[in-house]
């Protein structure tokens, strides 16, 4: 995840492991809107994602997303879908907050 006003990158709690579907990252209040990137490890392999149950979104391959504004000093849940070219889905959680 990268944030957008200051620069700076927030990292996960665990470096990503495919077999892994779930992670956690925090960062501090003030800074609210942020841009999500992702790689598939399959190149070929689509994905798109979605925050607090929202509508999905789709994510380029190592593109940063538009910009996502999220809630201050709660947790925030990105889900990112990954579909294979056989038509396979995993879905990886993010559990964001944004802390004082």
Avoid at 42 to 47: L, R, V
Avoid at 55 to 76: D, K, R, T, Y
Wanted: some cysteine.
């Amino acid at each position: 995840m990268r944030e957008s006003s200051e620069g700076g990158v927030v990292t996960l709690n665990a470096p990503f492991i495919g077999t892994s579907e779930k992670y956690t990252a925090q960062d501090c209040c003030g800074k609210i809107s942020y841009r999500l990137t992702a790689a598939p490890e399959d190149q070929s392999a689509t994905m798109r994602y979605r925050v607090n149950n929202g509508g999905f979104q789709a994510l380029g391959n190592n593109v940063p997303s538009a910009l996502i504004e999220f809630s201050c000093c709660s947790e925030n849940t990105i889900v990112i879908e990954v579909r294979a070219q056989n038509g396979q889905t995993r879905d990886y959680r993010l559990g964001f907050q944004i802390v004082d």
